[in-house]
């Protein structure tokens, strides 16, 4: 809160009204201290917007006794006519009450004395640094003095005027002042000394930036200009010093805290896309072959909006950690410089360091995870809807007018990530038909002409040539690859360990079987019920199977064309075994072996 004192000339000084009240009785008036509208000194002052003052009843008069032209023009300062549209709610100024309480006990001890006149403390001879006033006024250095002591700030020089002073100096004390500091005894025994008067370097100049000698601020160059104990202007510029640390530190702390944040944004980017990855390739091979180039453009876009993601984040990261490199290195220069002695030294490296470092504002910054093919997958799903009802009449469409062939399917990524969750898997010899040859490593399997002298065990399939493998899995991703080069039968997918093994097996997913059949060389199909027929552009010579328990998705891709052959949706309640056939011989045509290999890499 502060209160506002009105003098003739128009000049205002502001103070808090917390401050001590004792004032100098020096070049005081008593026009300084009178009401405009009654020309007697101030009773319970008041002060209006505009900076002015008159007596409580004297304003609350001008304004009442005005009436209906007061509505009209709304409520005017007696002084300056400045207009308010709402009446001004009157508060007694209570620091410039008790001023003037003082300047009447003041006035009165003076006349006691003997000392009245028209000008209370005009003197023949001035005491201290003020320079003469007109009558009637106050001088400008008391003006100062009286705002320096009441808000605890050292008074500038009479040159500065009412400028700002924005350093936060020690509260002001007269010892310090520039006259008194002159007759100061060197701060330190071993002074830097002046070049031109050899005496010690004791004041600064703050208009010139730089250490002076007494000759030099009173008699020299610097005389007139703003000049202050050295020491004292060191102990201020520290403080800011400090002040400025702090600031490097939170930010230096914000920006650590940027990365951190972008950093998590792309881990839940990453795990973001994978399901989405998922989700697409779910979706897109229901439409078999037909619909694999769109599978792989939406893959590619995906992968591309993470690989722009990434590289937008590294960029962000290097940028940061360039600037908390150039932050930490300004920081430790100012630690240095801080508990530096030599003042000198201190002061030609101060203003370099003293403004604010350039950086830049990262409160926005952010790395963008939107989805980018939300849209495409529901009108993926209508497709697929309406496909399956107009799959019912295909058959007698290819009978009337063959269709054309489906284009060559694009080469697709999701194959080499599959490849992550790659399993060593192991042929199971206790549930091999017994015309089935199992290698020594468990990693090939083969028909022969004949039957194997191996027990009848109850987990043994007696009728149907195929195998199942010692892994078994309930949770999780897992793939794994099989050489069928060579083959002209085969059979490759998973199987629930519960599923019928002895005499005729009815294979379909409702019984626990998920596989897909190659017969004659060319006659793809998965096995349904009745069997769905698949078009398959390339043929494989090497199958990876895909499953993800999770999800209840088996997938069948050709590995070395990076194509998805099939891919099916169900739900498995069952441990789930991967399953094999090589399938007869056909007298030596088929004799060829599954192989299961390691999974390829790029």
């Known amino acids: 809160m502060f ?22 009785s020096a070049f005081l008036s008593e026009d300084q201290f009178t009401c405009s509208i ?7 002052p008041v002060s209006t917007p505009c900076g002015h003052s008159f007596c409580q009843s004297c304003l609350s008069f001008y304004w009442d006794s005005r009436g209906r032209e007061q509505v009209a023009k709304a409520y005017q300062c007696p002084l300056c006519k400045e207009s308010f549209s709402k009446r001004p709610e009157l508060q007694i100024n209570r620091t410039l009450r008790e001023i003037t309480e003082q300047f009447k006990q003041m006035s009165q001890s003076a006349e006691g004395a003997g000392g009245g006149g028209e000008h209370l403390g005009l003197r023949a001879q001035h005491a201290g640094p003020f320079p003469p006033v007109r009558p009637g006024e106050m001088p400008e250095s008391l003006l100062v003095e009286m705002m320096a002591r009441f808000q605890g700030l050292t008074a500038p020089s009479p040159h500065q005027g009412f400028q700002n002073n ?41 208009t010139d930036n730089m250490c002076v000698c007494s000759v030099c601020e009173k008699t020299g160059d610097h005389r007139g200009h703003n000049v202050t104990p050295a020491e004292r202007e060191w102990h201020i510029k520290k403080s800011q010093l400090g002040i400025q640390e702090m600031e490097l530190k939170e930010l230096i702390c914000s920006r650590e805290r940027k990365v951190e944040e972008i950093r998590n944004s792309i881990q839940k980017i990453k795990a973001a896309a994978e399901m989405e990855t998922d989700g697409v390739v779910c979706s ?60 000198v030294l201190f002061f030609k490296t101060f203003p370099a360091l003293s403004s604010p470092p350039q950086t830049k504002d990262w ?31 295909l058959p007698e469409a290819r009978q009337q007018q063959p269709s054309p062939a489906p284009p060559p399917p694009r080469p697709i990524p999701r194959i080499r990530k599959t490849q992550e969750y790659a399993e060593d ?62 083959k002209t039968d085969w059979d490759l997918g998973v199987a629930s360990r519960s599923v019928i093994r002895k005499g005729k097996i009815p294979v379909s997913p409702a019984n626990g079987y998920w596989f897909l059949s190659l017969r004659d060389q060319t006659n793809y199909t998965f096995r349904t019920n009745p069997p769905t027929s698949l078009t398959v552009a390339t043929r494989p010579s090497r199958v990876g199977i895909y499953l993800d328990c999770n999800k209840g998705l088996v997938s069948f891709s050709n590995v070395e064309a990076k194509q998805i052959i099939f891919t099916y949706t169900d739900s498995f309640k069952d441990t789930i075994h991967p399953f094999f056939s090589p399938c007869t011989n056909k007298s030596g045509q088929n004799a060829a072996p599954l192989v299961i290999c390691p999974a390829m890499t790029e």
């Not at 002159?182 to 000394?193: F, I």
């Open 3 to 24: 209160a506002c004192l009105v003098f003739p000339s128009n000049q205002s000084v502001f103070y808090s009204d917390r401050a001590a009240m004792a004032l100098p």
């Open 38 to 44: 009654c020309l007697e000194m101030f009773n319970n």
């Open 166 to 206: 924005h350093d936060p100096p020690p509260p002001y004390s007269p010892s310090l002042s520039r006259s008194a500091a002159q007759n100061l005894p060197d701060v330190q025994p071993n002074l830097p000394l002046c070049p031109i008067h050899m005496r010690g370097l004791e004041f600064f100049c703050r």
């Open 284 to 343: 897109l091979t229901k439409l078999i072959s037909t619909a694999e180039h769109c599978q792989s453009r939406i893959l590619e876009v995906i992968e591309t909006t993470v690989a722009t993601a990434e590289s937008r984040a590294q960029s962000l990261l290097n940028e940061l950690q360039e600037e908390i490199a150039a932050l930490k290195k300004r920081s430790s220069t100012l630690s240095q410089l801080a508990v530096s002695e030599d003042y």
């Open 363 to 393: 409160s926005n910054v952010s790395v963008s995870s939107h989805s980018t093919s939300e849209g495409i997958l529901r009108t993926i799903s209508q497709m697929v809807d309406r496909l399956q009802l107009d799959l019912q009449n």
């Open 425 to 486: 898997i192991t042929l199971d010899p206790g549930t091999a038909h017994p015309r089935l040859i199992i290698s020594a490593d468990g990693k090939q399997v083969q028909c022969s002409d004949r039957h194997q002298l191996v027990p009848d065990n109850p987990g043994r399939f007696d009728r149907v040539v195929c195998v199942m493998a010692h892994q078994g899995f309930t949770s999780g991703r897992h793939y794994w690859e099989v050489d069928v080069s060579n």
